[in-house]
């Protein structure tokens, strides 16, 4: 560019034109390794941005998980409840039987003696 000028110009002699031809060349060469520099920042800044959004999917997979499981305990933790108050239910109604064979018994008992009374009692007569 400076060249251009210098030419437009044609005001500069060779030694001019080719100083200006070295700064542009150095200008070039310095904007090349700035933007090589450039690029490098930007690959890894696009591995950072991969690799952060590695870990976010990571993360958000090991929540759900953490979540189903809470929600599996909560169903087992609720199983164990129901099937406690069916024990407790069973365990009142085989209280409930064993009163009702106790009583049945006693009252089977009574019965024979009573019989044996009256088997006596007319054998008596």
Known sequence: MAMLKLISQREGTYAQVMVAVRQAQEMQRKAKKCARKFRKQARLLEQAQKDWNDWEGIVEYRRQQWVK??????????????????????????????????????????????WEMHQIQSLER
């Open 69 to 114: 499981a809470i929600r599996e305990r909560d169903h087992k933790q609720d199983q164990m409840s129901q099937l406690s108050r069916e024990g407790e239910t069973i365990q009142e109604r085989l209280v409930q039987v064993t009163r009702e064979k106790d009583t049945a018994l006693l009252v089977s008992e009574n019965r024979r003696q009573a």
